[in-house]
């Protein structure tokens, strides 16, 4: 079974006009599961996150400046830029609370067995939240917060998160550099924002990059998790899986230059699935993360759900 995770705070995070992680995203990803084939989705609210949960990931100085920002955006009406293209409008502390408390959420859903699978629709995204420093649109690094709370407050010793967004997630990866009980992956297009990922990077370790060029589709793609990232997935046995669940690797992304179609994503998810289902009792969560294209966010991520509805 398929939980949802999502919370209306998560569409009032507005980072600017003609920002593309837009509002509209997150409206068009749930339009294409208001869907017959959905119908036994288990819809749920998601959560706001609490200091504690976020402080398990993120540095103190890191929480005070974000706080302060925000006060000052509610303060002022208008946004408070924290980097060069992360802007905290007066209502997205409100949703990045709610995006990183879905993820504990269902963290604490998928353990307590009242779903096998969850989703969770949220923006803003995470990826790229360091320890330090929110930054390429995210602000809190959600699935981050959701592995750490599955160590802190489940006592599992083996989290796997697994990233096949467009960019690779520099931040989820300086988390894990730091914390041996989870192993990170990713699949991303290199050269691109934010210029991390390469080969062997904190490898051997709990880390395995596997940069893409532009131009890859989706041999490429599937070449790369069947060959070398889910064999490591495979090797680590998760206790629970988590995903950065990003659709920006897709032909129609503005942002980037990869060339996958729903089918890629058809596969990605069959193949999460089943390797939860074969290693940790079906344990998987999946947390939004890019994707610029509402076409290619309507046909990618009901196509991506779609193998974990059973
Ligand atoms: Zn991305």
């Not at 949802?4 to 920002?19: F, M």
């Not at 000052?72 to 924290?82: F, K, Q, Y």
């Not at 599937?222 to 060959?227: C, G, H, I, L, S």
């Not at 890629?264 to 999946?286: F, K, M, N, P, Q």
Request: charged share 15%; hydrophobic share 45%.
């Amino acid at each position: 079974m398929l939980r949802l995770y999502t919370h209306p705070d998560c569409l009032a995070h507005q980072p600017g006009p003609g920002h593309p992680e837009s509002p509209a995203r997150l409206r068009t990803v749930l339009a294409a599961l208001d869907h017959d084939r959905f119908a036994r989705l288990d819809r749920c609210e998601a959560p706001a996150v609490t200091a504690a949960q976020l402080a398990r990931v993120h540095e103190a100085a890191m929480l005070a400046r974000i706080e302060a920002a925000a006060a000052e955006a509610a303060r002022n009406g208008a946004g408070v830029a924290l980097d060069a293209d992360t802007v905290l409008g007066p209502h997205s502390i409100e949703a990045a609370r709610r995006a990183a408390g879905a993820a504990v959420a269902a963290v604490d859903a998928v353990l307590a067995g009242a779903c096998r699978h969850a989703f969770c629709a949220v923006r803003p995204p995470g990826h790229h939240a360091t320890p330090q420093q929110a930054m390429g649109f995210c602000i809190y690094n959600s699935v981050a917060v959701g592995a750490a709370h599955a160590l802190a407050a489940h006592g599992l010793a083996r989290v796997a998160i697994a990233d096949f967004d467009v960019h690779h997630g520099n931040g989820t990866q300086a988390y894990a550099a730091g914390e041996p009980r989870v192993l990170y992956l990713s699949s991303h297009q290199s050269p691109l924002y934010p210029g991390t990922g390469e080969h062997g990077e904190h490898d051997p370790g709990n880390v395995l990059n596997a940069p893409l060029p532009p131009g890859s589709g989706g041999a490429a793609f599937r070449a790369v998790w069947d060959e070398r990232l889910l064999p490591r997935l495979a090797a680590f046995r998760p206790q629970l899986i988590l995903v950065s669940a990003g659709f920006d690797a897709h032909r129609l992304d503005p942002l980037a230059d990869l060339d996958l179609g729903h089918e890629d994503y058809a596969w990605i998810g069959t193949r999460l699935a089943h390797l939860a289902d074969a290693h940790c009792g079906g344990r998987l969560v999946s947390v939004l993360e890019g994707g610029y294209s509402l076409s290619a966010l309507t046909g990618a991520v009901p196509a991506y759900l779609q193998p974990q509805l059973d």
